[in-house]
């Protein structure tokens, strides 16, 4: 479990000094067409929830950890935080679908390793037909876990790539094997 005070704490300083800490909502919100509602998924303490739900979106967040759950629920108490394991995650015809699913922050490389395949097709099955799309950024030096095996994952969950970037502010992707962030957009097939 993290403690997600010092996690959010991180973010508020940052904040404070003028840095912009709400890129990846702002890429998210910038989507065509724009989403109506999103799925936060490995929303830690809600930073970009919180954001996209500032901006008029409805929003869902979804973590398994506790700590980064109680700063979430303690920040914006009204908004809805599942506490579920992202690759069994199954929120029912209630809570689907979603336009957009995020996951921010890194959430690939933290998930178990070898549940990868499991987070992404158990994300996308909450994804709108016919153009639900899964929004993911992360690290690609950490973790073990590559963009090949990123988009093979998404192919078996139905999902095809639509764009890439370096960075949450559109920079392009140029496949170098010393970049070391990838954001991806990947939508429903057909």
Not at 153 to 174: F, I, M, N, S
Request: with cysteine; net charge negative; charged share 25%.
């Amino acid at each position: 479990m993290f403690d997600g005070d010092e996690y959010q704490a991180r973010f508020d300083r940052l904040a404070a000094e003028g840095k912009d800490v709400h890129g990846e909502a702002t890429f998210v919100d910038t989507l065509d067409p724009r989403p109506r509602r999103v799925l936060d998924a490995g929303c830690g303490t809600g930073r970009v929830a919180v954001e996209l739900a500032r901006r008029g979106l409805d929003v869902v967040g979804v973590d398994v950890d506790a700590g980064m759950l109680a700063v979430a629920r303690r920040t914006a108490p009204d908004l809805t935080w599942i506490d579920h394991d992202l690759a069994t995650l199954d929120l029912g015809p209630r809570a689907a679908p979603f336009d957009v699913a995020v996951m921010a922050g890194n959430v690939m490389i933290f998930v178990r390793p070898g549940t990868e395949a499991d987070v992404v097709a158990a994300v996308a099955r909450h994804l709108a037909n016919p153009h639900g799309a899964l929004v993911a950024g992360f690290q690609l030096k950490r973790g073990g876990y590559d963009l090949e095996s990123y988009d093979a994952d998404c192919a078996a969950a139905g999902l095809v790539l639509a764009e890439r970037y370096a960075t949450w502010d559109r920079q392009p992707y140029v496949a170098d094997p010393r970049g070391d962030y990838a954001v991806s957009v990947h939508r429903r097939a057909g």
